[in-house]
């Protein structure tokens, strides 16, 4: 998979690669990550990017003529068909789903913004989709960029270990993960759940959806309305809730 980032931070951004699941996948060329400073593009003996906004008001918008030979010049060094994705709070909020579209491309330009934003006439002319990782203020689109290389990243074959199946990811299932503990057996008055110790597979199993479910159900009622539960899933719930009712309050 290919990354073209667009960025006046590419420092910043290439930290991607330099370790874990993506630094690895740089490293055995499942990734090639490639940085372009829109800076690069100037003309001017000050190499400005930015400029004030038409019409008044606070911050500076990024021009649209360094970022477009930015962009002519990614399209020159590969004949990749890359989309263009644009990192902004105006976008679609991505999901899982989104990534794994990502995912299936052969490669992604991204472009990652800084100031008050980028000159309308570039997003509408050269931009084919805009995405948001989410709804609070980042000062920039990079750590964005790198939210998405790393999400898209995971999913390619080969760029996980043995261990670490992206299928078996909570997100895959629209379901939250169960709790996970490991060694001492004992912390303190802190023991683990009895079910985990006594080597019974199919209710360790058990246990496991149904805390998935629990869990689900109490912390993101958005994801659980979306599910379509069989009833021994939703025997699981009941149960899972009528335990938590005992015990708690
Ligand atoms: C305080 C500035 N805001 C005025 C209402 C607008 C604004 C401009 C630029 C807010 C954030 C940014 C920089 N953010 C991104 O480029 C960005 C982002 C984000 O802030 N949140 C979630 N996803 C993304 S993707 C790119």
Known sequence: ??????????????????????????????????????????????????????????????????????????????????????????????????????????GLILIAGRYEGIDERFISADVDEEWSIGDYVLSGGELAAMVVMDAVTRLLPGALGHSESATQDSFAEGLLDCPHYTRPEQVGEQAIPKVLLQGDHAAIARWRRQQALGRTWERRPDLFKALALSDQDNALLQNYLNERDKTDS
Not at 20 to 35: F, I, K, S
């Open 1 to 106: 998979m290919r990354f073209d980032v667009i960025t006046l931070f590419p420092e910043l951004v290439a930290a991607v690669t330099e370790s874990g699941v993506t630094g690895r996948a740089a490293e055995h060329g499942l990734l090639d990550v490639r940085y372009w400073n829109p800076r690069d593009y100037t003309t001017d003996r000050h190499r400005t990017v930015d400029d004030r906004p038409y019409g008044g008001g606070p911050g500076m918008v990024m021009k649209v003529e360094p970022l477009r030979r930015c962009l002519s010049a990614v399209r020159e060094q590969t004949d990749i068909r890359s989309k263009v994705i644009c990192l902004s709070p105006q976008g679609r909020l991505l999901t899982q789903a989104a990534v794994d579209a990502f995912s299936r491309e052969p």
